[in-house]
């Protein structure tokens, strides 16, 4: 019921910068949750941001300081602006969707990932 699209990977040079966005389609009500999550090859996936719709930000320690999420409540749009990227920032990045489709049912899911590749 939901289509959700990453975009704005690339390889980028250590100190470099990214923005990804994560958009979402389809029969959305309203977005409650829209998080940042990374998986590096042989690792769990894991946190990097997250934004509620009404609350405040929250990051990984990892990335605090260098990383900024925001959204677009009109384009159903969450962004990731990654400043000053390291090497060990190198994944595949997820946005996930907490999302109500109407009064009564809602919807958790994935977009494809987008992969980040940090050079030294």
């Known amino acids: 019921q939901v289509h959700v699209v990453e975009s704005g990977g690339g390889l980028a040079q250590a100190g470099g910068t990214l923005r990804l966005s994560c958009t979402a389609s389809?029969?959305?009500?309203?977005?409650?949750?829209m998080d940042w999550y990374r998986q590096a090859p042989g690792k769990q996936r894991e946190l990097v941001a997250g934004?509620?719709?009404?609350?405040?930000?929250v990051y990984a320690d990892s990335v605090k300081g260098r990383f900024a999420i925001s959204r677009d409540n009109d384009e159903n749009t969450v962004y990731l602006e990654m400043n000053n990227l390291k090497p060990e920032d190198t994944a595949v990045y997820y946005c996930?969707?907490?999302?109500?489709?109407?009064?009564?049912?809602?919807?958790?899911?994935w977009g494809q990932g987008t992969q980040v590749t940090v050079s030294s």
């Open positions: 996930n969707l907490d999302v109500k489709l109407d009064r009564v049912a809602t919807w958790n899911g």
């Open positions: 389809g029969r959305i009500f309203s977005i409650n949750v």
């Open positions: 934004l509620t719709n009404h609350g405040r930000p």
